[in-house]
């Protein structure tokens, strides 16, 4: 069942996967701004939280061929979300003023249709109550609930900050439905050292990212899937675009590492 949908503003990250040095500045943003709770073992990858998690790829060559990439994964933000039509009793929405896929945490009853429906690996379960050692609760922002054990979180495109976006403009006499490219910035988008992550309205030809996201080297991930993924990627490594479809050309599909909290 497609929930695929028109909006007036359309919020979309765009990725160069040539700039990105798989440092985790954005995976260390974003579980601080959302308040993610480390889990007791952090080697368990069945039981983390990373909402934006870095994969790497190679390209299986031997050196001097060796190439490397790294792979930022947020939340698609599907355009067509396989996870919203699944969800039985309708905790995970999309967002009619930015078309961002929501997760309504005190509605969801931890059943994880939506994880196993997200093709993406980015919807992950609370296994455990949040709890945070001794001083590292001091991370804490009043920014972002904490969610309890038996629900299910991913990225939202720091959603708050959207909110928070649109408040300023308002209170300011500015338009909140046409925000100017600076004025709503996820974390991870602004804490990323070499400027790989870049964020906009896909609508707005103004913003840098709907000029990017045409661009012959920018890509989604498993695009054959149709969920029109609200993210894409760039690179001008061919091997790098064609791992975006998992297909090494052999049939067989690798070279991706990463990963977690589906077991
Ligand atoms: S785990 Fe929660 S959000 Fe996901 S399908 Fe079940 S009730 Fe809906
Ligand atoms: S990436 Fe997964 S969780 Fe996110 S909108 Fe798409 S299907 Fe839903």
């Excluded at 039981?47 to 870095?54: A, D, F, G, I, P």
């Excluded at 991370?139 to 991913?154: A, D, I, Q, W, Y």
Aim: charged content about 20%; some cysteine; aromatic content about 8%.
């Amino acid at each position: 069942m497609s929930v695929q949908r028109e909006f007036h503003t359309k919020w979309g990250m765009v990725i160069d996967l040539d700039k990105c040095t798989g440092c985790g500045a954005c995976m260390v943003a974003c579980q601080v701004e959302n308040n993610i709770a480390p889990t007791p073992d952090a080697s368990d990858m069945t039981r983390v939280l990373t909402w934006m998690l870095v994969y790497k790829l190679e390209n299986k060559q031997k050196f001097p061929n060796y190439d490397v990439a790294y792979l930022p994964r947020p939340c698609m933000q599907c355009e067509n979300p396989s996870c919203v039509p699944v969800c039985p009793v309708v905790a995970t929405t999309k967002d009619e003023e930015g078309g961002i896929v929501s997760q309504i945490y005190p509605r969801c009853i931890g059943c994880r249709y939506c994880m196993a429906a997200c093709p993406y690996h980015v919807r992950y379960f609370n296994w455990f109550d949040p709890q945070w050692p001794a001083g590292m609760e001091k991370t804490l922002t009043p920014f972002s609930s904490t969610r309890p054990r038996g629900v299910v979180e991913k990225c939202h495109f720091c959603h708050h900050r959207f909110m928070a976006a649109k408040e300023k403009a308002r209170a300011t006499g500015g338009e909140p439905m046409k925000l100017a490219e600076d004025a709503y910035i996820p974390a991870c988008v602004e804490a990323c050292p070499t400027g790989a992550l870049i964020f906009g309205n896909l609508k707005d030809p103004t913003h840098q990212v709907a000029k990017l996201s045409h661009s012959k080297n920018a890509k989604r991930l498993l695009e054959r899937l149709g969920g029109k993924p609200q993210v894409y990627y760039m690179s001008k490594r061919q091997w790098v675009l064609d791992m975006l479809d998992n297909d090494l050309g052999d049939g067989s599909h690798g070279g991706v590492t990463g990963g977690g909290n589906h077991g």
